[in-house]
């Protein structure tokens, strides 16, 4: 009988990420977490014959949130462009999850048009250890280059 061993579980640690904007990969070195969800949309229809709804595809919405050490300005410069010019700037995030231990490989996802929806411009917390963050996005399109095998 198989089964999955536990070696070759995927370590949450053992990656890296990037957001690209205008050319140039900012290393997302100070991450602490990012999780990208898809949501499909959908349509309630009612049909002679039936008592009961169906349900249709009618799109999706893609959501991200991600939790980042204090320690960069990077995404409230962002903001703060877009709050002073009103020219708001789309991004893409590669998220590559690589544990060398595991006989499953690597995986590359690629999010496509990334948007921000907010961002902590200024924190102090006096129980904190090490200040955190978190943002929130969106994202328009995925892109899987690199698949577990």
């Known amino acids: 009988m ?3 061993q536990a070696q070759n579980l ?3 640690q053992e990656g890296r990420a990037y957001c690209q904007l205008d050319g140039r990969n900012e290393e997302l070195l100070y991450l602490k977490d990012i999780v990208a969800t898809v949501k499909k949309k959908k349509t309630a229809v009612r049909t002679l014959g039936k008592r009961g709804e169906q349900y249709r595809a009618a799109g999706f919405s893609g959501e991200g949130k991600m939790t980042v050490y204090y320690v960069s300005g990077y995404f409230r410069k962002m903001m703060l462009d877009y709050m002073k010019t009103g020219q708001d700037l789309y991004f893409d995030i ?3 999850n690589d544990d060398p231990l ?3 490989g690597a995986q590359t996802v690629i999010l ?3 948007n921000l929806d907010s961002v902590v411009l200024a924190k102090l917390d ?3 250890e090490a200040l955190e963050e978190e943002l929130s996005f969106t994202f328009e399109d995925a892109e ?3 698949s577990f095998q």
């Open 2 to 4: 198989a089964y999955l």
């Open 10 to 12: 995927i370590s949450g």
């Open 94 to 96: 590669v998220v590559i």
């Open 102 to 104: 595991s006989s499953f």
């Open 112 to 114: 496509k048009n990334c």
């Open 126 to 128: 006096v129980k904190s």
């Open 144 to 146: 899987i280059t690199e």
